[in-house]
């Protein structure tokens, strides 16, 4: 998953940068609006984190421009102009969470990943799809037979995307642009790679191959 941050505290970005990293996001980052706001619509994220109190253009005129172009990628803002109207004035221009400076950063994954469920259309705090379940805390998959396996970053990322996303059918470069940060872009065969350990965990028919296309999750069994 693609976490933009655009954040101007560069003490607050080197300390956020191996948290969220660690809690399997592809971290993009930016230090003022002008190239938040450029980023956010280029990159396509999944999740932004939106600082209001940017140099060069504010986070709320950022994100009223988003959503006036029709970008609805989900935003958590994050600053320390915490009053209650900044707060509807964050909510009223488009954001999807709001949190104050000073905070938890337990609190910030946590509603990170309620902001993620959410979009997704998934109301459970459990990933899960033909009896395969995403435990992201730990960064565990357990299988339909109860076998427990720990994943890699990045084989954690792309089970996380699909299971997301279950009905889509992904291309080779879209999963890329999902789980790789854009400076470490890998050659998109090299996700048939994580693609085929999947299915090692979970079994060939767990990934449908779409010719053509990409890859999709077999259709949800019944029962």
């Not at 956020?16 to 990293?21: A, D, G, S, V």
Request: proline share 3%; glycine share 8%; hydrophobic share 35%.
């Amino acid at each position: 998953m693609k976490l933009l941050l655009i954040e101007d505290d560069q003490q607050l970005t080197s300390a956020l940068q191996p948290l969220l990293r660690d809690a399997g996001y592809a971290l993009e980052i930016a230090d003022n609006g002008i190239d938040g706001e450029f980023l956010g619509n280029e990159l396509q994220p999944d999740l932004i984190i939106l600082d209001l109190g940017l140099p060069g253009k504010s986070g709320l005129d950022v994100l009223r421009s988003w959503r006036a172009s029709g970008n609805r990628t989900p935003v958590l803002v994050l600053t320390a102009r915490d009053a209650w109207h900044e707060r509807v004035d964050g909510l009223k221009a488009g954001a999807d969470d709001y949190l104050g400076k000073p905070f938890h950063t337990a609190e910030l994954l946590a509603r990170l990943e309620a902001i993620g469920r959410r979009q997704s259309g998934n109301a459970s705090n459990e990933l899960s799809w033909n009896g395969v379940r995403l435990d992201s805390e730990r960064q565990q998959a357990h299988t339909p037979d109860g076998r427990v396996i720990d994943l890699t970053g990045i084989e954690f990322r792309l089970l996380r995307y699909l299971l997301q996303h279950p009905r889509d059918v992904h291309s080779k470069t879209r999963l890329s642009e999902h789980v790789y940060e854009e400076d470490l872009q890998r050659d998109s065969n090299v996700m048939e790679v994580y693609i085929n350990r999947l299915r090692q965990y979970f079994g060939k028919d767990f990934i449908h191959t779409r010719r053509g296309q990409g890859y999709q999750l077999a259709a949800e069994q019944s029962g």
